[in-house]
């Protein structure tokens, strides 16, 4: 069942890039590359947002679905749906499996988890918390007895408050891709004949989506910061209530401080390697794009270098001077202003 949950396609959703999956591109063996980033990709090429992080899972069976029909003459009816009843199965326990490395829950495996999972994601699209940062803020603790008291959780809610977006970005961000009038006719058709969406693979989930986008975006212009940052930290604290019960389950009777060392160890060394500190934003994308337009590569080489050792933290590093170390911070930040919406090809 591997072969029909793509590799390239699991590693996207975990580390959060997207990109088109074109159904003529789409074979049962994937050899295409990949580029390890953890930021949302945007591309005027899916303005429309099908292709986007939420739709991936989906849209990948989609084009299963479409192959299958490509080669039906010699592929039973019975064989598709088991196929795809395979890729669904294995890309939800390999995606689950990701994510529990991407959040440190090493030590156990709790039903529960996939929610967890869940509440993370819509909290970081409520507060426009950055993809990849808001990973690596978590990667701060410490699971202790003491987590709850040690002070540690205002700390990384801290963090966290700091990777969201302002009321003008989220506005700017969650605008609607359609054009009004697009989103309306595509409504009527969403409930008059539904089937005609789904054969040009727009789903009525997204269509309510996209419904949702344009109407948060107006709330959101009128509200100030001060208000915003008073719902981010509350939706927040309300999930890192969740984490640190979760996180207190992972050392549920171990008996030494030497056990819970080396869980602690090994949530530190899977999350290091699941949360990509340096990830190929579109402005750094398209800054790179503008000098060697003008004939200077050295960002190209620079990026290119970076993405060679992306879960690495050279920002650490004590040999560095105090300048150097700002230049390179200015990588892993999250997009300034003028990059929300910025689009690639």
């Known amino acids: ?6 590799p390239h396609t699991r590693y996207k959703v975990r580390t959060g890039w997207c990109a088109v999956q074109p159904s003529s591109r789409k074979c049962v063996f994937v050899l295409e590359g990949w580029w390890p980033c953890g930021s949302v990709w945007a591309s005027v090429m899916d303005d429309g947002g099908r292709y986007s992080y939420n739709n991936q899972p989906a849209i990948c069976r989609w084009n299963l679905r479409k192959l299958a029909e490509a080669i039906s003459s010699s592929l039973p009816s019975e064989a ?14 390999v995606y689950l499996d990701k994510m529990r490395s991407k959040l440190g829950l090493v030590a156990k495996q ?18 426009g918390c950055d993809f990849t940062n808001g990973f690596l803020c978590l990667s701060q ?17 801290e963090s966290l408050l700091e990777q969201c977006a302002s009321p003008q970005e989220m506005a700017k961000g969650l605008k609607s891709t359609m054009p009004e009038s697009q989103l309306e006719t595509l409504t009527q058709l969403m409930h008059q004949s539904p089937e005609i969406l789904l054969q040009l693979g727009i789903t009525p989930d997204l269509i309510t989506a996209e419904r949702a986008k344009r109407d948060a975006s107006l709330k959101l212009k009128n509200m100030t910061t001060g208000e915003k940052q008073l719902s981010d930290g509350q939706l927040w604290r309300s999930w890192l209530e969740a984490y640190q019960a979760r996180l207190l389950l ?14 602690n160890s090994e949530r530190e060394r899977k999350m290091r390697a699941s949360n990509p500190r340096f990830v ?16 200077d590569f050295s960002e190209v080489t620079r990026v290119q270098n970076m993405l060679q050792k992306p879960y690495s933290l050279p920002d650490t590093d004590a040999s560095l001077a105090e300048d150097d170390l700002s230049l390179i911070r200015r990588y892993y930040e999250k997009p300034p202003q003028w990059a929300v919406g910025l689009c690639v090809t």
Not at 280 to 295: D, F, T, V, Y
């Open 250 to 263: 992972e050392v549920e009777g171990v008996p030494s401080h030497d056990d819970l060392a080396k869980i």
């Open 141 to 157: 603790l410490q699971i202790s007895e003491s987590l709850k008291t040690n002070g540690c959780m205002e700390s990384v809610l």
């Open 110 to 127: 709790v039903d529960d988890d996939i929610d967890l999972v869940k509440s993370f994601l819509d909290t970081m699209h409520k507060t």
């Open 1 to 6: 069942s591997s072969h029909l949950s793509p």
């Open 280 to 295: 190929l934003r579109n402005h750094i994308a398209q800054r790179a794009i503008e000098l060697a337009e003008k004939g």
């Open 80 to 93: 598709v749906v088991a196929g795809l009843k395979a890729y669904e199965e294995e890309f939800q326990k």
